[in-house]
């Protein structure tokens, strides 16, 4: 190849490069943006009302990769985790569709309980969503249901979740049978 061929090669590599930066600077590919896994969690777990001490739970928040954490229950049953966010390359994706996935589990007398399984849609903190969390009551002879709550920021489209949990918060919330 002549110089003149390899200065037109590299020119239009070059080019390419250059533009490459500008577009996803201006289009925002390849930008990291910041993802609500999960708000801070509070919750309490009980067996008919009493307290269980002790109880292992743990968290699974899945996006771009997954984000796990256990923690065990103090002598009231009380538990909690931080709020969790990270900054993610995925939203600024042509045609990203990734979901973010909470999942909270107890693990008691080697038996697993549903403590929460929701996935919220978007990146953004959700108001329901939270408040649910901050007030988890959890007792373990409670059955599963899959429930329904209102979507505070987009009333069209109701949260669903799993859970053995229950809220008394004025938050409108059903049931569903199977």
Not at 48 to 53: I, T
Not at 107 to 133: F, M, Q, S
């Amino acid at each position: 190849m002549t110089s003149v061929g390899r200065f037109l090669v590299l020119s239009v590599v070059g080019l390419f490069l250059v533009s490459s930066e500008v577009s996803a600077g201006m289009f925002g590919f390849g930008k990291k943006t910041e993802v609500h896994l999960s708000p801070e969690v509070k919750g309490s777990i009980t067996r008919n009302g009493e307290p269980v001490p002790g109880a292992e739970v743990y968290r699974t928040l899945d996006y771009d990769k997954e984000y796990f954490e256990q923690t065990f229950t103090d002598k009231e049953g009380r538990f909690g985790f931080p709020e969790t966010n990270v900054r993610s390359g995925l939203p600024s994706k042509l045609m990203d569709e990734t979901r973010v996935r909470q999942v909270i589990g107890a693990v008691v007398d080697g038996k697993k309980y549903l403590l929460w399984y929701h996935t919220p849609g978007g990146i953004n903190e959700r108001t329901a969503v939270t408040r649910r969390l901050r007030n988890l009551h959890c007792d373990l002879t409670t059955p599963e249901k899959e429930l329904l709550f209102r979507n505070l920021e987009k009333p069209d489209f109701p949260h669903a979740a799993f859970s053995i949990c229950r809220w008394n918060d004025g938050l409108e919330m059903d049931e569903l049978e199977d």
